[in-house]
């Protein structure tokens, strides 16, 4: 889909926007996302445009693969993307960094193995780093991945580097979610320690060709006992070798299979559920904390002699506390 059939996007209302990235435009959806991570539209303008996004409601499935850096999860997106493309399915990857302030652009290696779906108009990549995202790179990438739902694409990936708090916060946007582990990565225990293991849907070994695969299955086994879900859905253990191609096929059915599963169980809807309150919880818990921060540091630096940590908690809980009274009140 080219350019010049629509309207510049700087010129743009927010309903017009809307309307481009619903049909596809790539370059209005690139630009929505830029919003989500830089908020450079004013507040009540990107209100207006995500609640037109919300009430489109896609059904795209989505996919997040975490797993530590070296894992092998951009060679497993890459098959899977040409896997679903073979189906003649649309696909859409975040791929979100949250040691990263580049963002936009593909990371350097994932520019080389996807130039190969450069010019398909059926994929779309875009990296996602802390840059900008204001209210939390969380939040914007769960704008995203809902601007890519109402851009119509059927399989949404959300990769993320790494295995710790922030990739877990990101993992939670996902239908879907797969860690990717490998032999000798010694990442079963970190993730397990993150509460990945407990979220975890399915479970990819990858680069099955080197030696220690049995050791990590073993290791792998072991720790699942300890995080039994309350589920009935048991997380399969799918072994692959990227690189070769070898498993794809399994995966591709794993993940499906478990989207299946959601649908069935009802589940679909309750993790939705689940994961709405996150994120209002998120979106409170953020605000809040942007407007109470300039207090503590007031409260702080302005200290009396003898004030303890506890009066001046209370003293700003307290005057929080009327300000919200007093916001309510003149309503
Ligand atoms: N031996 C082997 N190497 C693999 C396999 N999958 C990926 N690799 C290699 O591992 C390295 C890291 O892969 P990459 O996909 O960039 O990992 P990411 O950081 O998790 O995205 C690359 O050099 C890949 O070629 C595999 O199944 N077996
Ligand atoms: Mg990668």
Known sequence: MGGGD?????SMTIPELFE???????????????????????????????????????????TGITGSPGAGKSTLVNRLVKAWR???????????????PFSGGALLGDRIRMHEHEGDPGVFIRSMGTRGSLGGLAEACQDAVRLLEAAGYDQIIVETV?????????????????????????????AFKAGIMEIADLFIM??????GVEQLNYELDDLL????????W??????TIATEKVGIGELAEAIE???????????????????LQFEVERRVMTALRQRIQPQIEAAVSEREAGDDPYRIAERILHSFTGYEKHSRGSK
Request: charged content about 25%.
């Open 20 to 62: 481009a990235i619903r049909s596809g435009h790539p370059r209005a959806l690139a630009r929505a996302i830029s919003f989500a991570e830089d908020q450079s539209l004013s507040s009540h303008e990107y209100r207006e445009l995500m609640s037109l996004v919300y009430q489109q409601q896609g059904n795209g499935k989505v």
């Open 206 to 211: 990858n680069k099955a060709d080197l030696p």
């Open 6 to 10: 629509v309207k510049q996007l700087n």
């Open 86 to 100: 073979s189906d003649g399915q649309r696909v859409g990857i975040l791929a979100v960094d949250p040691t990263s």
């Open 234 to 239: 048991h997380p399969p253990i799918v072994k």
């Open 162 to 190: 790494g295995v710790g708090q922030s990739e877990l916060d990101i993992m939670k946007v996902a239908d879907t979610i797969a860690l990717v582990l490998y032999p000798s990565g010694g990442d079963v225990i970190q």
């Open 257 to 275: 299979k478990h989207g299946h599963w959601l649908d069935e169980q009802g589940e679909g809807s309750q993790r939705r559920q689940t994961q």
């Open 225 to 232: 006992h300890l995080t039994k879900k309350e589920d009935d």
